[in-house]
């Protein structure tokens, strides 16, 4: 049974950071991709950034240059650094996986069978 627990969210002012830690545990696949997504109320799920095994990495353009996606593979757990945040990052986040034979791309989310519980970002500002 794979499972993604999610920790790290809170309250920031806009300009401040949070790192958010997804561990995994249960999978048996050789490589994997694992990806955070955020959602805001009333807005579909959006993908934010995604690593691969060999640490390859994808951001969206929304947060290119101020978050980095990074792992600990002894740890089995990835890290989303996000820094200079602003109020348009307050969102729900979540952490995802798949084991599938697919570039690594923070999407579609339908191929992602694996979710995390959630860790809420709010930016004031």
Known sequence: QVQLVTSGGGSVQSGGSLRLSCAASGYTWSRKCMAWFRQAPGKEREGVASIDSAGSTFYADSVKGRFTISQDNAANTVYLQMSSLKPE??????????????YCRPGPTGIFGYWGQGTQVTVSS
């Open 89 to 102: 990052d307050t969102a729900m986040y979540f952490c995802a996986v798949h084991g599938l034979n697919y």
